[in-house]
């Protein structure tokens, strides 16, 4: 093979085995339920002054202003 080749698949190699990685690290560090803690709601609702949590969003209704 030649070296520019060579270069390549390296890279692309370490560059897959870096993407594989993260994921990997990303799905186990990932907690296993969406309610908040204790804590978390404390300080939310010393933020917000609120407890409340906000409605979800409806199907087809968007984040973004309407211009």
């Known amino acids: 093979m030649s070296r ?3 270069i ?5 190699t370490v560059a897959a ?13 990932a907690p296993a339920s969406r309610e908040m803690s204790q804590e978390q709601r ?3 609702e010393k933020f917000f002054s ?3 949590e906000r409605p979800p969003i409806e199907k087809g209704q968007e ?3 309407r211009w």
């Open 17 to 29: 085995a870096a993407s594989g990685a993260t994921f990997y690290l990303v799905q186990v560090n």
């Open 42 to 44: 404390i300080t939310r």
């Open 4 to 6: 520019p080749i060579l």
């Open 8 to 12: 390549v698949v390296v890279l692309a």
């Open 50 to 52: 609120t407890s409340k």
């Open 63 to 65: 984040m973004r202003p």
